[in-house]
């Protein structure tokens, strides 16, 4: 009897044993079942993110083609050389950010893996602080567009004429001697200039986070054309390299005749500007054919009778320098 008892209880033990190791190992299939539905729910998530970045990109270059054609208005303008076009500050395009996708990982935060833990972190200022500051001139400038336009209402007894599209000597008249109107499109510049910026930041932000998805994710699908702030094209990049010097030399220019352009890759394009014993450096950042977009900036290199010219625009002039033949 005692030999029957002590075999029953090793017996029970062993299929307790056996019952436990059981339950322990549905748990673990369980619990990397529901780490694996997790992984596939923020994937997902990311892959949205994905597409809200690249179409935000595609948006920010329409957002930089309003800038260049006013800006190149506006230079016309102070040169008293615009003759139509006058109401291009009476015409504005917001820059609106798809933030859904964010949202909804954001939402999901407590659950993102740890290998997408920087990744987040990194999005938290595209669509915290990036964001914010282009709504800021989002609505200033849509604010000064609606106050130029009451201001005519209110103040000028041609404003049905204007409104109508009707042609009336005093609205050329107020176009081209108003110092109201003079203002007004230096307020309307300030803030699309300041819009072009934060544009120009969150693109960047935007095509760096799109591609470190793609990297964590794994995916072997072609980047989009338009998700690149780089000039692939490495024969005509090294015509735009060498030093350039100035080609005119103006009143108001004359304070940069000493200074020394130079452009050269270094882990992306650059373009050193040295002046005295200080040098600056600014990253170009490629935008189309042979434009390229820095802070507050366009710079474009002409192609012209086998010469090299940069032109580096800034707000209501430009710089233009002329590589050197010896590079």
Known sequence: MENKTSKYFKYAIGEIILVVIGILIALWINNKNEILKTEDKIEALLRDIQKDLSEDVLVSHTMFNRYIRSDSLKKKFLKNELESNFRFIFFYKVFPIQSDSYNNLKQNSNSVPKKFLPLLKELNILYGRQKENIEVYNKRIQNTVYNSIDYLSKNKDWFLDWDQGIDNPKITDY???????????????????????????????????????????????????????????IEKRKTFEGNYKMVKITPKNSKNKDVVFKVAYNNGLKLYIKNNSEETIVPLYWYKGNTFLSVGNIITFDELNNEILLKAETYSSSIVQKKTSND
């Open 175 to 233: 176009y081209k001697n108003d110092i109201n109107h003079r203002n007004q499109i230096a307020l309307y510049m300030n803030d699309l200039v300041n819009l072009f910026r934060d544009t120009n930041e969150f693109r960047i932000g935007a095509i760096d986070i799109y591609k470190e998805i793609e990297r964590l994710l794994g995916n072997k699908d072609s980047i989009p054309k338009h998700m690149n702030y780089e000039l692939e094209d």
